[in-house]
């Protein structure tokens, strides 16, 4: 060894002597090589600071623990909630947009440039919302939290009020409708005008505490973007209507051939108060995680169908969805992303044109059809009951849970393992991917590769050959880098600079130390490369033990062979077949010669064909794509670890499932309240549609909706 190098030498004198004096054995085994470096690691390592992420390639982490009967657990669904955020971008007027124009502004909004909570005039830049602000400096960590908690709060005292006004509204009605004992104050047969009183003022408080519902899903109808504020604001508003025009004249409601739907209304608007808890909750929790997480890696498509389709070879199919982890330090668009519109509120956009035009078509009939009414108030009593019950009926109670009940439970469990999905727009986003692309580290994070034995076979000295095949290995991010700092006691500063480190495709890596040419890899790189001083294939078999084997070489000749063993960890192989089930393939980079797609589907038990390892000559492009950045915007963000990666993209997948599935529903509700209101009025027995009907028939729909979507675990 040179002189300037013995400051570097590994404290391994004593066992070098005892193996220059023999001559009769090459092969010494680990324990007996590296007994002096490796004395007490175990104990040492017992609250050790971990390595800078400077020093250690990001690629080797440790996994988290998953436990199997976790993956069973179905967390309690919550209450849902309401506001609206300081959009940032400009967004043109209507009036001045094209086709083509209004077609991309479409499509913004529902990625979530638009946001489900308004709280103001959010087509006027001089009234856009300030009381929800955008997530744009960590500085603002204290003032975001404070202005969650006080939406939370709003919508919570909001709940309760709908909540008392709907138990109320409902009970005197259902206790009108099934002719059971009440109070002779509420019995519409003996005081209508109290019963129709009543009723309304509890809709006029509901509509006061819920005003800016009204307001902006009234609004939204007409900048033609309805949303499932617009349906509850429509059902709520026609009830009111209706119960006061009835006040004029009360005595009619005595014959029962008309009603009042207001309590059905009402608690609409109370499960649209649930939906919009659920949001804000969601998002608590959501940036609680963000604001303390130190690790932050944003999962990424690659929108360029191009790179994508080369990198995976066109093994992805016809269209290939890659997703990525980047590291990042500030996760943009929080707030954007978190309240980004769903697929409920494209459901009310696209159906509550029809639902009103059928109310106002059932109110038509009722004209011709409704032979009770006899002088022209009676014919509106009747027009306006007909238009609320058939809005009534077709507006769903589950329409704005039907995509944050499954959100809600996917975002309590991925908030267990440091992974958050932030809005519906993950689930629109990563539903599709086919394809992800990770680096060997993420399947044998650190614990999970270990050395089992080292033959020497050249002349040059152990420890040189340990820090020579240290330094190689820490230069292309090997996996075996974390069994080589244990073996360094952790001191990185002993590395050696490797120049012209080029990974030689599957096979392991060659570049230069000191200027002398260095190979770290597999056999056949080693062939590759004419090296002389290979042992035999039979020997090399009988060194391994069924461990893999690896090569350094220095200057054209091998001088050490390590035997390597790979475990995978519970959690990671889980969820790695779980992506195979969703038919997702992984495409992993590596620098190590022995990890090959076979090993990997032999270790995973998986199918080899879902494993690809990307070709060294893509290596700039994988770089390129998951690089870190100082701020990525995205709806999901993990800790970088495998596990909780694979589990945000299947639980996109089943988020949007879910949400597909409960939409179905609703159309199958929506068509069948319409068909059901059509044909009684048809028959003249609309007035057998109750109120408390309508409530039975929207909470069996909604039962229906959440009993569909628990089939499918999250």
């Not at 300081?86 to 479409?106: F, G, K, N, S, Y």
């Not at 504020?229 to 029962?256: C, H, M, Q």
């Not at 290979?534 to 050490?560: C, H, K, N, Q, W």
């Amino acid at each position: 060894m040179s002189e300037n190098n013995k400051d570097t030498r590994i404290d391994v004198d004593d066992i070098l002597n005892e193996y220059s004096a023999s001559s009769d054995s090459k092969d010494i085994e680990l324990e007996q090589i590296i007994t002096e470096v490796n004395r007490d690691t175990a104990s040492s390592d017992e609250g050790k600071t971990p390595l800078s992420d400077e020093t250690e390639p990001p690629e080797i982490r440790a996994e988290p623990e998953i436990t199997e009967t976790e993956a069973e657990e179905v967390p309690e669904t919550e209450p849902a909630a309401e506001s609206v955020l300081t959009e940032t971008e400009t967004v043109p007027q209507e009036d001045t947009l094209t086709e083509e124009d209004m077609a991309q502004l479409r499509k913004m909004l529902g990625k979530g440039a638009a946001f489900t909570m308004r709280t103001a005039d959010d087509a006027d830049e001089s009234k856009i919302p300030t009381a929800q602000s955008e997530y744009t400096d960590k500085k603002d960590t204290e003032k975001i939290l404070a202005q969650i908690a006080r939406l939370k709060s709003s919508l919570s005292v909001r709940a309760a009020v709908l909540l008392f006004a709907t138990v109320f509204s409902v009970f005197i009605t259902a206790a009108n409708d099934l002719n059971l004992q009440l109070a002779a104050v509420f019995d519409r047969t003996v005081n209508p005008s109290a019963y129709l009183f009543t009723n309304t003022i509890l809709g006029i408080v509901a509509v006061g505490f819920s005003y800016s519902v009204i307001t902006m899903g009234i609004k939204a109808i007409f900048q033609r973007r309805a949303d499932s504020d617009s349906a509850a604001a429509v059902n709520l508003l026609a009830a009111i209507i209706a119960g006061l025009a009835t006040l004029f004249d009360p005595e009619p409601l005595k014959s029962g051939f008309f009603h009042l739907y207001t309590s059905a209304a009402i608690a609409g608007m109370l499960f649209n108060t649930f939906g919009k808890l659920s949001v804000v909750r969601r998002t608590q929790r959501s940036f609680e995680y963000l604001s303390k997480a130190e690790n932050i890696y944003a999962v990424t498509l690659i929108d360029n169908d191009d790179t994508a389709a080369y990198i995976t070879n066109g093994s992805a199919g016809s269209k290939k969805e890659l997703a990525a982890m980047r590291r990042t330090a500030f996760a943009e668009d929080f707030m954007k992303n978190s309240y980004s519109a769903d697929l409920a509120d494209r459901f009310a956009e696209k159906t509550l044109p029809f639902t009103i035009c059928a109310a106002i078509i059932v109110g038509l009939l009722s004209i011709a059809f409704e032979k009770n009414s006899a002088g022209a108030n009676d014919k509106l009593f009747v027009f306006l009951a007909s238009v609320s019950g058939t809005l009534s009926i077709c507006s769903s109670f589950a329409l704005s849970l039907l995509v944050n009940l499954p959100l809600a439970k996917a975002s309590r469990k991925l908030a267990d393992y440091s992974g958050v999905m932030l809005g519906y727009s993950s689930a629109e986003d990563f539903a599709d991917v086919n394809s992800v692309i990770l680096d060997a580290g993420h399947l044998f994070p650190t614990g999970t590769v270990e050395f089992v034995n080292l033959k020497m076979l050249g002349s040059v000295m152990i420890d040189d050959c340990i820090l020579y095949a240290a330094s190689m290995a820490n230069a292309a991010k090997s996996v075996t880098c974390p069994a080589f700092y244990k073996m360094l006691r952790g001191r990185l500063d002993m590395l050696l600079e490797v120049t012209d480190c080029t990974n030689e495709g599957s096979l392991g890596v060659s570049g230069r130390i000191n200027s002398r040419h260095m190979l770290f890899g597999s056999r056949e790189l080693m062939e590759r490369h004419g090296v002389d001083g290979l042992p035999t294939e039979g020997t090399e078999d009988s060194f391994a033990d069924g461990s893999r084997v690896v090569y350094l070489a220095v200057s054209g000749r091998a001088v050490m062979m390590f035997a390597v063993t790979l475990s995978v960890g519970a959690a990671a192989e889980r969820w790695v077949r779980e992506l195979e089930d969703e038919s997702v393939e992984l495409h992993v980079r590596s620098a190590d010669g022995f990890i090959t797609r076979e090993l990997i589907a032999h270790l995973f038990d998986i199918s080899a064909s879902t494993v690809k390892i990307i070709p060294a000559a893509y290596n700039e492009d994988y770089s390129r794509i998951t690089a870190p950045a100082e701020r990525l915007s995205s709806s999901m963000l993990c800790s970088g670890h495998l596990p909780t990666f694979a589990m945000l993209l299947i639980a996109a997948k089943r988020v949007k499932f879910s949400a597909n599935l409960g939409i179905a529903v609703q159309y199958g509700a929506m068509l069948l309240g319409a068909a059901i209101s059509a044909v009684m009025m048809v028959f003249g027995s609309f007035a057998q549609i109750t109120p408390t009907i309508v409530i039975i028939y929207n909470l069996a729909f909604a039962l229906i909706t959440y009993l569909m979507q628990s089939m499918r675990r999250i």
